[in-house]
């Protein structure tokens, strides 16, 4: 919808004048409207936070348990039994830093594609910009994420590792896995809408996909030939992001960061257009 | 006066394919099954078919008017009058297909009581959630929390979860919340139709109140009284056009006095002109109150009954009667018992007994059934009546949910006395 806002010098209570016709062709995104509601944003968040932590018995705790138990099982079967390289880095830490954000992508991935469906009274009954649902998913999951990270800090101590000066560039590489979850969330909340059965499909790609990321396993076991093609996966950048602000570990620079991160910035411009689109008509087919 | 809403040319069309979502993997099958049809000997047209019909509607037709400063303005028709696409245009939840809206201030809308409440979640929780979601700010909220909390009555449980609240509490929370947005123009699709009389008459009180601050209201009711209470101004939409707008009294009785129109008795005399083909041509159609003339209501049985003329003799014919709401949803499809008759008229008659529709306005459409799968004669429209609501004993004037409003028998008892929680005290 093409509203216009504008203030009218001429009344004498300067009043909001808005316009509403049919949008046509590609609209602009509006980033100023999007900002209006940030206070809509921020509640939204702290209610999924909230709502979560209420309705399950252990609690906060269930932001922990869920990587702990994660890295444990990776540690004995792909750190001890397959013996998966881990770059000098003792396994569980190394593959814990990396479940660290790719539990948050998954997690916003998942929630994102699913808050315009399951908001479906909201999208019906009043207006907001839709874009609103998924992005404060992306923003209720860094509590989870803060939350996992002291399990980190521990462990480094507990193995008696220090952080590098990396460590200053961690908030970017945060920022980084919020941009790659809101693009490819963006994409999967437009077409959940569109189409029902992409909700079965999130949850089969959020587990294919963690393979194709190096979660368990380290990027140096990808033939060098090959790692470009690898470093087509956005969330290479995110993980070896991490390993690097927190535990020092290098990767080439084009195949393991630019090339990821120059795709989370292709998927997440399209995921706005393409969500901007649909955008008009969630109200009339949800 | 300056107008504050200007509406020109408005329309809307809804694609009746595009209003249920569809499975990618359909989609794709299909692609791929026109695809096979193209490539091989398959029958393309097989593709064709399972292409649904893309039945186009307009929910609003070139609509115009303009609202001034002040006006409080009810909005009347018929259910699929277009009222809720209009006040869903103008709260930007859907978008026009042409047409422009400008309007100026803040536009608030309640389209429901409640919207985004979570029941999980306190009532002082929900105070704040609810009000960011309609539109107001934190400082706006905190401003006006306690005027909430002192208007809803339910200070003693603004720390319960709202799950715990009866639903006359949880109403009258969210109808606090919402009774203090501030915008200019506030538009109301009747949520006044909940909680007890006296909640409802405050509630009316409060939008007086908004009206006589300058602000304009909009509001949608099927509640006739609550309408001429309210508005100065009415506005009829009927099939998506504006039928007439103007002093609420007038328009309101233009209103009832029009929709008492419907079709009770059609005949047709002649049996080379009536509808029909070689097989079977229609006589008559009728419906007949078992107790009289007068209005139908929801309580009163009534026969429908069908005449028609039967060139097959030796067959064995059945009436097939599908009854359709105003929304065009079948309410139920009800056949005779197959029957072989010689040459001449015969009459079937179907009697839906009291106490089984809900109010509204129906239509009855039938086909002629022939060895019971194939159907020889199909007529829509055959007879329109409407079903009236009856006084209520309870003080609550919404429009009944239910395609329809059977009553059931109900089997209460008291089976002890629980241990309650501070929560239930006020359920009853």
Known sequence: MNVKTDLSPLAAVPRRKTVIVPSKGWISLNLKEIWSYRELLGILAWRDVSVRYKQSIVGIGWAIIQPVMTMIIFTIIFGKFAKLPSDGIPYPVFTYCALLPWNYFARSLGDSSDSLVGSAHLVTKIYFPRIILPVSKVFAGLIDLSIAFIILLGMMAWYRMVPTVGIVLLPVFIVIAMLAALGVGLWFTALNVLYRDVKFVVPFLIQFWMYASPVAYSTSIIPDRWKWVYGLNPMVGVVEGFRWALLGKTAPLISMFLIPILMIFVVLISGLYFFKRMEKTFADII | ?428
Request: net charge negative.
């Open chain 2, 1 to 428: 006066m300056r107008p504050v809403i200007t509406i020109e040319s408005l329309s809307k069309k809804y694609r009746l394919g595009q209003t249920h979502t569809d499975l990618l993997s359909e989609k794709i099958g299909n692609r791929l099954r026109k695809l096979a049809g193209k490539l091989g000997k398959g029958n393309p047209s097989d593709a064709q078919k399972t292409r649904p019909a893309e039945n186009e509607i307009w929910a609003l037709k070139d609509v115009n008017m303009e609202i001034h400063e002040g006006e409080v303005v009810g909005v009347i028709g018929r259910n699929g009058a277009g009222k809720s696409t209009l006040l869903k245009i103008l709260s930007r939840i859907t978008e026009p297909t042409s047409g422009r809206v400008t309007y100026e201030g803040r536009v608030g809308s309640l389209l429901e009581v409640g919207t985004g409440f979570h029941h999980e979640l306190t009532g002082r929780e929900n105070i704040y959630l609810n009000g960011a979601i309609l539109g107001m700010t934190k400082t706006e909220i905190n401003r006006k929390f306690d005027e909430i909390v002192s208007f809803s009555e339910i200070e003693r449980f603004l720390d319960t979860p709202v799950k715990r609240y009866s639903s006359g509490m949880y109403v009258r929370l969210a109808f606090a919340v919402a009774a203090h947005l501030e915008p200019e123009i506030l538009i109301v699709d009747e949520v006044l139709a909940v909680g007890d009389a006296a909640f409802q008459k405050k509630c009316l009180g409060k939008m007086q109140d908004v009206s006589s601050g300058g602000r304009t209201v909009l509001f949608v009711s099927h509640n006739m009284t609550a309408v001429k209470e309210l508005c100065n101004r009415a506005i009829w939409l009927d099939g998506g056009c504006l039928v007439n707008s103007g002093k609420t009294d007038a328009i309101v009785t233009q209103y009832l006095h029009e929709n008492a129109r419907s079709i009770h008795e059609q005949e047709w005399p002649n049996r080379d002109t009536a509808p029909g083909n070689d097989k079977v041509r229609l006589r008559r159609a009728s419906l007949a109150m078992e107790d009289g003339g007068g209005p139908i209501s929801i309580r009163t049985p009534v026969q429908i009954e069908i005449e028609y003329w039967n060139a097959l003799p030796g067959a064995e014919l059945l009436v097939s009667l599908y009854l359709y709401n105003i929304d065009g949803t079948c309410v139920f499809n009800s056949d005779s018992s197959p029957c072989i008759y010689p040459s001449g008229v015969i009459r079937e008659i179907c009697h839906i007994p009291g106490n089984l529709l809900n109010d509204g306005t129906y239509r009855v459409a039938i086909t002629i059934v022939k060895d019971r799968f194939h159907g020889i004669y199909r007529l829509e429209d055959l007879l329109v009546f409407d079903v009236q609501d009856v006084e209520r004993e309870v003080h609550w004037y919404g429009k009944w949910d239910g395609v329809v409003r059977p009553e059931l028998d109900w089997t209460s008892e008291f089976i002890g006395q629980s241990r309650t929680d501070p929560g239930l005290a006020e359920r009853s």
